[in-house]
């Protein structure tokens, strides 16, 4: 099993830009969600999706859209990048959206914005 | 509103010390979980360990122990005889009501054990 796998593990984006970050998880879990690290801040979720076809907001999801077509992927997209998104970004699945099954997460990507 | 504080922002201690991370949590549930999760300088996170809020046993695994209690809304994590290897930045977090997009993390505690 490779887990959660997110690609690219650095990226960087000129003001405008737009991008996707992807996400592959191989343990079928029903649950996955987006992260964002800032020094200081902890983890703050974007996105979340509770099965295919479901998606929905975070605490800080202005700037990023997401979709869940697979049970597999769920890509975050930014549509106009902005400084204030550099950050370290984290996907995390788990088997139910119960907090009975505890989070897996990627390796991160980390992004800057110039 | 859940909100959890990591009391130490960062902590230094010499090999071989014992050294206990602090976590307040708040939440009006009666149901909810608490998790420990580690993030080396790597940058992975890691799973340490959950609790939920019917569960009041400690728990030992090895060197790392977890005090959990009610009565002062306090899930404290310690490392006793620190290695090197334990540096990291841990972080706590709450999920009030059992479900994972209700996970509150906390801002974490940088621990850097010195050889």
């Not at chain 1, 099993?1 to 992807?22: D, E, H, I, R, Y």
Request: hydrophobic share 30%; charged share 15%; with cysteine.
């Amino acid at each position: 099993n490779a887990g959660v796998t997110q690609t690219p593990k650095f990226q960087v984006l000129k003001t405008g830009q737009s991008m996707t970050l992807q996400c592959a998880q191989d343990m079928n879990h029903e649950y996955m969600s987006w992260y964002r690290q800032d020094p200081g801040m902890g983890l703050r979720l974007i996105h979340y999706s509770v099965g295919a076809g479901i998606t929905d907001q975070g605490e800080v999801p202005n700037g990023y859209n997401v979709s869940r077509s697979t049970t597999e992927d769920f890509p975050l997209r930014l549509l106009s990048a902005a400084p204030s998104q550099t950050s370290v970004y984290f996907c995390a699945s788990s088997y139910s959206r119960d907090s009975s099954s505890p989070l897996h997460f990627g390796n991160g990507t980390r992004l800057t914005v110039t | 509103a859940q909100k959890v504080t990591q009391v130490q922002t960062e902590i230094s201690v010499v090999e071989k010390e014992d050294v206990t991370l602090d976590c307040v949590y708040e939440t009006r549930d009666t149901t909810y979980y608490l998790f420990w999760y580690k993030q080396p300088p790597s940058g992975e996170l890691v799973f340490l360990i959950r609790r939920n809020s019917f569960d009041e046993q400690n728990e030992i695994s090895g060197r790392y122990s977890w005090n959990f209690q009610k009565s002062t809304s306090s899930f404290n994590f310690t490392i006793t005889a620190s290695q090197v290897v334990d540096s990291a930045v841990y972080f706590c977090a709450l999920s009030s009501g059992g479900s994972n997009y209700k996970l509150t993390f906390g801002k974490g505690t940088l621990l850097t054990v010195n050889p």
